[in-house]
């Protein structure tokens, strides 16, 4: 895929590849009320306040699915207003790094929180969460195939479930107003906010997802020539007898079979020489979205966004935060 994988005429037209499970809302539904009848507070502890003043800067420890605790980070502007508040998903490898890499919104006016990602944190940004039963602590990358062979087992129920109680989460801390409330990240943080935006609709007002990974998933195994989509088609390469198994999972994580469920106007940002999230699979997602939606193009981009999108995003946060 030197160039794009299919031409933009085409992007146009395709849609999801992935056949939607018939119990899809059943069963994302059983599994969130499981994990909201698990959960116990959030503990919020100050953090360095001398070294970020004037924010106010938390440790954040929630329950996430099944009740596993989860880390992130708080911050806020001086005051103790309601704030709108946006909840930032970290890409694949990373953790939640440090507040310092989080300043940017809590300087506009809005409340930051940010989730770490479980068993992530171990490549590009540090992380402080572990996958409670199948891990000690962070680690480098590669959970792409953890309990692939059942969606109740599967890795990403885990940390799509995390990113809905990190909604919930966020919609309880001091200073938010719950009413507005936006999701936002990048790759697997950006398929971490069209997930959070499908299961919680009634909360999620605006989302950002740049080019966003976990996005019709039955082709972009088979066409994703780099990680981390290969360490699946590796593993099942060499694994026959899972690929059933394995690819039945995946419906019930492809987040653009979740993204019909999304209410909140959603700005997407899409690559066209994208080989990490191939652009057909970016275009699979965005098409499902029925709500207010835009979409980012660059012609030339890879698995990055423009430096002027971030002014896009803001303006996005303004007219709907």
């Known amino acids: ?39 116990t507070p959030a503990v919020l502890t100050p953090h360095e306040p001398d070294l970020y003043r004037p924010l106010s800067v938390y440790d954040v420890e929630f329950s996430g699915a099944h009740g596993h605790r989860v880390r992130g980070w708080y911050l806020r502007p001086a005051g ?33 929180f940010v989730m770490d990602s479980r068993a992530q944190g171990g490549r590009w940004s540090v992380g402080a969460t572990a996958d409670a039963g199948a891990g000690t602590g962070p680690e480098h990358p590669g959970v792409m195939t953890r309990g692939i062979s059942s969606p109740e087992g599967y890795y990403y129920t885990r940390l ?3 990113a809905a109680r990190a909604v919930d989460v966020a919609a309880g801390l001091p200073g938010v107003d719950p009413g507005r409330i936006g999701v936002t990240g990048g790759s697997q943080g950006g398929a971490l906010a069209l997930a959070a935006a499908a299961l919680r609709p009634e909360q999620v007002k605006v989302c950002h997802s740049d080019v966003p990974f976990l996005c019709d998933l039955h082709r972009a195994i088979r066409i994703g020539g780099t990680p981390p989509y290969t360490e699946i088609s590796d593993f099942l390469a060499q694994q026959d007898a899972l690929v059933p198994a394995a690819l039945n999972t995946l419906r019930y994580v492809d987040c653009a079979l979740l993204a019909r469920r999304i209410t909140a106007p959603t700005l997407f940002s899409v690559g066209l020489m994208d080989e990490t999230c191939p652009p057909s699979t970016v275009y699979a997602a965005y098409h499902e979205v029925r709500a207010p939606k835009e979409i980012t193009v660059s012609p030339f981009g890879k698995h990055t966004t423009p430096t002027s999108h971030v002014e896009t995003q803001l303006r996005h946060f303004r007219q709907y935060l």
């Open 1 to 39: 895929m030197p160039v794009v994988d299919m031409s933009e005429e085409d992007l146009l037209l395709h849609r999801v590849t992935t056949p939607e499970p018939d119990d899809l809302d059943e069963w994302w539904a059983a599994r969130l009320a499981e994990t909201t009848a698990a959960a």
């Open 80 to 112: 103790d207003e309601p704030l709108p508040v946006v909840v930032t998903y970290i890409g694949y490898g990373g953790g939640r790094g440090l507040p310092a890499q989080h300043t940017l919104l809590p300087s506009l006016g809005y409340a930051n």
């Open 160 to 162: 799509f479930l995390d």
